[in-house]
């Protein structure tokens, strides 16, 4: 991204008016690739590839604001990877990443990983040791790193239903699961820290929260993900669950988190209820029925509806999610489009 970008970021991290409202995406290898009609594998494993495709994609949407931009990833792989989880890659399609442990009883079975030696990690790494002065030298700036939520790497980790299954029939054990994957999930964003020269916000990835009823939630889930956020106090924190559970939308204040993707799912008055006034929502327009199903008209008229919903500060609009597999980029130009065209009526008491 653009320095000016990141700056915009901030106002909306800050829950201050940025006119017109501004347009984010979170895009990853599940969408890049495709696009520009390249392997994954050598989008995963090429340098100039991976280059090369993240400044193709800023060219030509430069209204958009990507998160978290230029991101050195491997589809699920990176954590998962560093326990021992076998992998397998593909050229058409994102990566699988295959349980290390069957049940909830193997977890002593696990060390924590060095994202300096395990795995993919260090190979991200040193992708962005290595290119971080050519971004920088194409105009863009790395300011955020990313990782998967405590929850999301555990499922990789054991599998999603014995995860699930496990938190209920060995809580002892999933405890300790938890704490290998959380502090897997620190140290990794430190480790990318430590390479790159601009970073000032982080974002976790975690759908599997979205699973958990309330009680399992608060004992499993919460004082894991607030320990990872308040590991790093000064940064402006991401957050990405697009399951349609707002079971934890009311305990993300305690997260200290600025800015919340969510699912289109979720109604943006109801995301706004519960999360509170100082989080920024970042969506809330479906990713697959229309921006990727839907024509640009339809695109933009899902973006009106957005912001008739919340005429106030604190909208990022984006996605209800992630950027999906085969979203067509006359889409993604419509998106800001209809930010451009509706901003007008921001704070009004309603859309003409």
């Not at 079971?247 to 200290?256: G, M, P, Q, V």
């Not at 969510?262 to 479906?286: Q, W, Y």
Request: charged share 20%.
């Amino acid at each position: 991204m653009k320095k000016k970008q990141w700056e915009i970021i901030k106002k909306c991290a800050d829950m201050q008016p940025v006119d017109p409202l501004p347009v984010s995406l979170i895009i990853d290898s599940p969408w890049m690739p495709g696009y520009l009609g390249i392997s994954m594998i050598d989008y995963y494993t090429i340098p100039d590839v991976w280059l090369d495709a993240n400044l193709k994609v800023e060219s030509d949407f430069p209204e958009i604001i990507f998160l978290p931009g230029f991101w050195a990833e491997v589809g699920m792989c990176a954590e998962p990877s560093g326990f021992g989880c076998r992998t397998r890659l593909f050229h058409d399609r994102t990566p699988m990443v295959y349980p290390v442990i069957q049940k909830m009883e193997e977890v002593d079975r696990l060390s924590l990983p060095n994202p300096l030696s395990d795995g993919f990690m260090p190979l991200m790494l040193n992708l962005y040791q290595n290119l971080e002065i050519r971004v920088n030298d194409a105009g863009h700036t790395i300011k955020v790193v990313a990782a998967r939520g405590p929850m999301a790497t555990a499922a990789h980790i054991i599998g999603v239903t014995e995860f699930l299954i496990g938190l209920k029939t060995n809580p002892k054990e999933a405890h300790r699961l938890m704490r290998l994957a959380t502090d897997i999930a620190k140290n990794w964003v430190e480790a990318q820290a430590s390479v790159l020269q601009e970073v000032e916000g982080i974002l976790l990835l975690d759908d599997i929260v979205g699973f958990l009823g309330e009680r399992d939630f608060l004992e499993f889930g919460h004082p894991y993900f607030t320990e990872i956020f308040s590991a790093f106090p000064e940064a402006v924190k991401l957050f990405h669950n697009d399951m349609d559970n707002p079971t934890s939308f009311k305990y993300l204040r305690e997260w200290s988190i600025n800015i919340f993707n969510f699912s289109h799912k979720i109604d943006l008055a109801t995301a706004r209820e519960l999360v509170g006034p100082d989080i920024c929502l970042m969506g809330n327009v479906p990713p697959l029925e229309v921006l990727v199903s839907g024509s640009p008209e339809d695109v933009r008229d899902a973006a009106k509806a957005c912001i008739q919903k919340h005429l106030q500060t604190g909208l990022l609009l984006s996605a209800g999610g992630g950027t999906s597999p085969g979203t067509p980029g006359e889409n993604i130009r419509a998106l800001g489009d209809a930010a451009r065209a509706y901003s007008f009526y921001l704070g009004k008491e309603k859309l003409e």
